[in-house]
């Protein structure tokens, strides 16, 4: 089946064509900072995958999806001649509410529901529903399902999912913890269990999705017991935008004094917190490791509390787990860079995760699924490539081979 999964963001558009008998990608699509003067999209297609600039000044998310999809038809390296071509279309969106525990299909029902939990995932969900809004205008015989990063953890129990507020406002308005990243921890946690060589339901882990957004989960028996994001992506870690957790109290107390409207604070907590926030340098991680060294002291503040709480989360984890086999890191931070891993582990050490620093440190490895623990390391050390839109992909196939 060849599937073309989408992954809309605020400001970035994740775009992939796979052929999911092959389990192989056709084409990749990026862009971000959309909606800037700096906006731009790459595409390429296989089997180079050389790298075709297209202009996105000016145009939103959903513009450049279309821009994309014009791409495809047009280019004479492109594997479609016309949409047609397209089997399915797997939508990747990050908070389904309780209305979804799974992949379901794209119908006039479910895209209401959808329109429901925008205010769970409020940099997220709107541009999603918008792709999918275009795709059903442009593609309307070709189904379409919607993958959920919540849905993985919908077998939290109701003492991790819960929060300490009277029960009326989980009643009227379902205020409960969501989590997101569900894609990604479920394909993590199984790779680590091939990793090491063992069933994922004899296993326990904690999983690190470290990105530009960061979540971490406790994966018992192949099911989410807990996880670091809440009621929205915004709980949890310390992210390149987001504050993530913090006293309540300051969002009043902020807003007491400057006067500040409900969303100029969501403003501010969601796209100017964060490593952005502290470091004064910006949201890319790199950036903000180069200013360190430079001798950026915001810089290196920024990086000592990003540290520090991803460590506190996997330590917190580590307590309710009935055993933990395996920590795993993925996403853009924990897959490519050993810094901030070895300083991660550096303060773990003593919780039975000794990190190999050579294995730790080998280049040319980006992109390999390995182990990085010594060898008799109580528990292990993974490190994970993500790759959610080949599990998209394949829950899309499913989905839709089920009719």
Not at 353 to 381: A, C, F, W, Y
Request: proline share 5%; hydrophobic share 40%.
């Amino acid at each position: 089946m060849l599937v073309l999964v989408v992954n809309a963001g605020s400001s970035s558009l994740k775009a992939q064509l796979i052929q999911t008998d092959g389990k192989a990608s056709l084409m990749k699509c990026l862009a971000e900072k959309v909606g800037t003067p700096q906006a731009f999209m790459n595409v390429s297609f296989a089997p180079d995958f050389e790298k075709v600039p297209v202009p996105v000044e000016g145009l939103s998310v959903p513009g450049c999806l279309r821009e994309l999809l014009h791409v495809m038809v047009s280019s004479p390296g492109s594997p479609i001649e016309t949409l047609d071509a397209i089997d399915a279309v797997g939508n990747r969106i990050v908070a389904g509410g309780e209305y979804f525990c799974e992949a379901t299909l794209v119908d006039d029902d479910a895209r209401a529901k959808l329109a429901l939990c925008e205010e769970l995932a409020p940099l997220h969900n709107p541009s999603a529903d918008a792709c999918i809004d275009l795709l059903r205008e442009l593609l309307p015989k070709t189904p379409q399902v919607a993958v959920f990063d919540t849905a993985f953890h919908q077998t939290m129990p109701p003492k991790a999912y819960m929060y300490p507020l009277p029960m009326r406002y989980y009643d009227d308005y379902r205020i409960r913890r969501y989590g997101a990243h569900g894609t990604s921890h479920r394909y993590a946690a199984q790779q680590a269990a091939n990793l090491l060589g063992r069933p994922l339901k004899d296993l326990g882990l904690i999983t690190c999705h470290l990105g530009n957004g960061g979540s971490i989960t406790a994966v018992n028996h192949g099911e989410s017991i807990d996880t670091t994001m809440g009621f929205t992506p915004l709980e949890g870690l310390m992210m390149g935008t987001r504050s993530g957790s913090i006293d309540p109290a300051i969002i009043t107390y902020i807003m007491r004094r400057e006067g500040k409207t409900f969303d100029e604070m969501d403003e501010l907590l969601n796209r100017q917190s964060g490593i952005l926030g502290v470091s004064g340098v910006g949201s890319d991680m790199r950036d903000v490791l180069a200013a360190a060294e430079a001798g950026n002291e915001q810089a290196a503040l920024a990086i000592d509390m990003y540290v520090y709480k991803v460590q506190k989360a996997i330590g917190s984890f580590y307590a309710v787990m009935t055993r933990t086999d395996a920590v795993v890191v993925t996403a853009g931070i924990g897959e490519n860079s050993w810094e901030l891993r070895e300083r991660i582990f550096a303060g773990l050490a003593h919780m039975g995760m000794i990190l190999d620093r050579e294995r730790n440190h080998v280049t040319g490895q980006i992109g390999v699924n390995r182990i990085i623990s010594i060898d008799d390391s109580p528990i292990k050390i993974c490190v994970v490539t993500t790759d959610e839109e080949m599990r998209i992909a394949r829950e899309t196939d499913a989905l839709v081979s089920r009719g």
